[in-house]
């Protein structure tokens, strides 16, 4: 459904007068704004298309109704959150549950939005129909040589996918693994998965990179053959310099320090990409700082910190992707807070002092140093992110718009009460 300009306008103006005094407020205690909106504004988070649709769990899975029934739904959707925010500029594609049958078609409706095509997404943790080999037991760790040769040529045809649309990565999340002791040589399916991801990355084009995703247990419930970033960071160096670390945030052990380990995986140049989520209890998939905004500011921190040392562009030498996915709201405005929460955060690590803070770790200062760092944590930060939107021709209020625009009224009446996306 695409989005009047002159709605936009509208609705900016409405709110125009209220964002000013908010915004005056906080840019007056802000040194250098101008070049901090210009960095929100290039900060684009790409948008997976399994996340249009109503998340599901092993117990069900209820419809919003108006989901998107083919991959160019999906792309007017993802267009529709774009035209609202600015920020939502990716697609990030998962095939086989969106093989774009008329790439150059698909291409330009994309372009048609302002979206361009991020990391393509394999999946050896399902059995397709008319696969021949099953994936009960592992990909490309199998013990079958010749399962593994089918999860790699699966591989090797989504960069043929992806090549096709200008994506110039792909993710592979390999669920491999097991579910008792015993059931697993742990060496060889190392070996065998190593030896599996060096077919692909042999088959991928100079300009590519290759994520190696993590998590530490689910679906399998033992071990995990790509289970934490140190074992993802072993594949990723044997690999190549085109291979590169993927950290998603639900993928951890609870408590883990994800802050720590962005650090380091940036200093050794290994990190590549990251998947954007929240959780309570393990991988939840929820909507993005609706659990510990606190640990995504400082995630945020490290990775500021980290580029920075490294004079890496922070929009466009990581890969920024949400992966989350769940029963409750509708996906769209789900869609929008997470992009509002990851803009938040990143707006105030850019406002922390790093000049103060290295003279207050220098002299062992720990009370400022936390002084610090929640000085600018505890800023409020939200008509910041909405000036950039502003100038960036967004809505001051994505959701507010989204409502009053009774868009998934709207989107049901054109597509039906009981469509459902592909996807989990
Ligand atoms: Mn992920």
Redesign the pocket.
């Known amino acids: 459904m695409p989005l009047d300009k002159n709605k936009i306008e509208e609705h900016n103006q409405s709110l125009l007068k209220e964002h000013q005094r908010k915004f005056n407020f906080v840019s007056s205690e802000i040194n250098n704004k101008e070049n901090i909106l210009q960095k929100l504004i290039d900060f684009q988070i790409a948008i997976p298309s399994w996340a249009l649709g109503s998340g599901g769990t092993r117990f069900g899975r209820f419809s919003i109704g108006g989901e998107p029934r083919n991959l160019e739904e999906k792309i007017e959707d993802i267009g529709l959150l774009h035209a609202l925010n600015k920020s939502s500029g990716a697609i990030s594609l998962h095939i086989p549950w969106d093989i774009p049958e008329n790439a150059s078609h698909i291409k330009s409706l994309a372009a048609q939005h302002g979206l361009k095509f991020d990391a393509m997404n394999s999946n050896t943790f399902q059995d397709q129909p008319e696969q021949k080999l099953s994936y009960k037991f592992g990909s490309m760790q199998h013990v079958d040589k010749a399962v593994r040769k089918q999860a790699v040529d699966h591989n090797i045809e989504v960069i043929k996918y992806g090549k096709e649309l200008g994506s110039k990565s792909l993710t592979v999340?390999l669920s491999d693994g097991s579910c008792f002791p015993g059931q697993l040589n742990f060496r060889k399916a190392f070996q065998n998965t190593l030896e599996s991801l060096r077919e692909v990355y042999d088959a991928l084009p100079d300009d590519w990179k290759v994520f190696v995703?993590y998590k530490a247990y689910e679906p399998n419930f033992y071990s995990t053959t790509v289970g934490d970033w140190g074992q993802s960071l072993l594949y990723t160096s044997k690999l190549g310099t085109k291979a590169f670390t993927l950290v998603?945030l639900g993928?951890h052990l609870p408590n883990a320090n994800i802050e720590q380990i962005v650090s380091l995986l940036l200093m050794e140049g290994k990190l590549g990409g990251f998947?954007f989520n929240d959780s309570k209890y393990g991988d939840d998939d929820l909507t993005v700082g609706s659990i510990r905004p606190y640990q995504l500011f400082l995630i945020f921190n490290e990775l500021i910190e980290g580029m920075d040392a490294k004079n890496m562009n922070h929009a466009t030498d990581l890969g920024w992707m949400i992966?989350a996915s769940h029963n409750v709201k509708d996906p769209l405005e789900d869609l929008l807070q997470s992009v509002e929460a990851i803009m938040i955060s990143y707006a105030q690590a850019l406002l922390v002092d790093r000049k103060k803070l290295t003279e207050a770790q220098n002299n062992n200062d720990v009370v400022s140093c936390q002084e610090i760092l929640q000085q600018a944590f505890r800023t409020d930060v939200r008509s910041l992110v909405a000036e950039a939107r502003l100038k960036a021709g967004a809505a001051l209020d994505p959701i507010e718009l989204y409502r009053t625009e009774n868009t998934r009224e709207h989107l049901i009446k054109t597509r039906g009460s009981k469509t459902v996306a592909s996807g989990l």
């Open positions: 999340w995703e998603d993928h998947h992966d």
